[in-house]
Each structure stands twice: as structure tokens, then as C-alpha cells.
């Protein structure tokens, strides 16, 4: 019936990294050449392959407010790039409404959208537990 959207994404990414504190006295002791040091030390590279998977549900598309659900997520299978670390999957949540509004559309803006959208439900990132940074 068209309610439904779905879309794929694949991505490969080649991903350099050093994951490592210094010390002051590594610092100092490797002083004239830290950058070579940190390289033949500590710097790890991988590859990845991920895909993205997105769906859009149009709840009422003959309603004024024209609301739609949408889920994606992101990374399945996870961006593991071997030594060089990993980027875990996650799953983002999203509410909109597109106001059909007759006169003004066309002449301000093309089509008007109201958003909100929840970041790493399953927060698998681990960047934090505060759900107030995840919604945008």
C-alpha cells in the first residue's frame, strides 16, 4: 500500500589507529622521533564491512500531520576492523510529522518536518547512559 519505505546501505571502511596513554617519561625518552615510536609501537590498521538497514512507516499519509515511525540500524554484524578495534551495531528510533500545509508550502520551504530521533537505543556504542544526549 506504499506506507512502508526500506532502504540498504553497504560501506567498507580501512581504519588506522593507536589506542594508547602516553606516559611523561615515554614522552621524553622518545622525544625525537614520538611520532616514529608511537607508529612501530602502537599503531594497529584493519579493514571493515558493514551494511546500514533503515525502515520507514507512514502511519496516516492522508492526515494533516502525516506521521511516520522509522527504524535503522546501523552497522549489522558490527565494524570490526580486527586489531584496530570495532564499531558496534546500533539501532536509532525516529517520530516525525510532515504538516501538509498548502499555502505556504512551495514558497517557504519545499516540505516541513518535525523530528525526533533516539540515538543507540541499545546502546551498544558505550559512550554514555544519558538518554537525554541521545535524542535529537
Known amino acids: 500500500d506504499g506506507k512502508l519505505k526500506a532502504g540498504l546501505g553497504a560501506k567498507f571502511f580501512y581504519l588506522k589507529s593507536i589506542d594508547h596513554t602516553f606516559t611523561a617519561s615515554e614522552i621524553v625518552e622518545n622525544s625525537d622521533n614520538l611520532s616514529d615510536y608511537a607508529k ?3 599503531l594497529k590498521d584493519g579493514t571493515a564491512f558493514s551494511f546500514d ?3 520507514i512507516y507512514d502511519i496516516n499519509p492522508d492526515s494533516f ?3 511516520e515511525v522509522a527504524i ?3 552497522n549489522v554484524g558490527d565494524l570490526d576492523f580486527g586489531e584496530a578495534g570495532k ?3 546500533s539501532v536509532n528510533l525516529g517520530f516525525s510529522l510532515r504538516p501538509k500545509l498548502k499555502g ?3 514558497k517557504f520551504f519545499k516540505e516541513p518536518t518535525i523530528a525526533v530521533d533516539v540515538v543507540d537505543v541499545t546502546k551498544n556504542n558505550g559512550v554514555d547512559s544519558d538518554w537525554g544526549k541521545r535524542i535529537r
Open 72 to 74: 535503522a540500524v546501523l
Open 40 to 42: 612501530d609501537k602502537y
Open 104 to 106: 505556504i508550502k512551495g
Open 53 to 55: 538497514v533503515g525502515l
Open 87 to 89: 564499531v558496534p551495531m
Open 65 to 67: 500531520w502525516n506521521p
